[in-house]
């Protein structure tokens, strides 16, 4: 990199498409990714190289009454600055269904549990 171009900080929703044999599309895959490139331009071929490099097939191995799965990439869904220092990221990650019933008064607290590591 040079010093009068040190790049910045990008952030990417890259989109695969599901497709089933003898179904065609099922559902999506979506994914997040965060990294530094030194142009726009250069952050897309980046964006573009993830996408591909994660297509892939299922196979199911002979005898079994599974169809091909193929995950191929669709597309990049956008790809934002996001500066050359942020100090945080966000993710949206989407809304889903609740399963439980709280009541509209209840109030959460948050500080009562400390999150464990996901590993």
Same mark, same amino acid.
């Given at each position: 990199? *040079?010093? =009068?171009?040190? !790049?910045?900080? $990008?952030?990417?929703? %890259?989109?695969?498409?599901?497709?089933?044999? !003898?179904? !065609?599309?099922?559902?999506?895959?979506?994914?997040?990714?965060? $990294?530094?490139?030194? *142009?726009?331009?250069?952050? @897309?071929?980046?964006? %573009?190289? #993830?996408? &591909?490099?994660?297509?892939?097939? %299922?196979?199911?191995?002979?005898?079994?009454?599974?169809?091909? +799965?193929? @995950?191929? $990439? =669709?597309? +990049?869904? &956008?790809?934002?600055?996001? !500066?050359? =220092?942020?100090?945080?990221? /966000?993710? &949206? %990650?989407?809304? /889903?269904?609740?399963?439980?019933? #709280?009541?509209? &008064?209840?109030?959460?607290?948050?500080?009562?549990?400390?999150?464990?590591? #996901? @590993?």
């Amino acid at each position: 990199m *040079s010093r =009068a171009n040190p !790049g910045q900080w $990008f952030q990417v929703r %890259l989109r695969w498409a599901v497709m089933e044999e !003898g179904q !065609g599309l099922t559902r999506w895959r979506e994914e997040e990714h965060i $990294f530094f490139s030194e *142009s726009r331009e250069m952050a @897309f071929q980046e964006a %573009l190289r #993830i996408g &591909y490099a994660e297509e892939c097939s %299922l196979i199911p191995r002979d005898g079994d009454d599974m169809p091909v +799965v193929d @995950f191929r $990439f =669709a597309e +990049v869904v &956008y790809l934002e600055e996001q !500066g050359t =220092a942020p100090t945080a990221f /966000k993710v &949206y %990650l989407g809304e /889903k269904k609740a399963t439980e019933r #709280i009541d509209f &008064y209840h109030v959460f607290d948050p500080e009562v549990q400390v999150p464990q590591s #996901i @590993f």
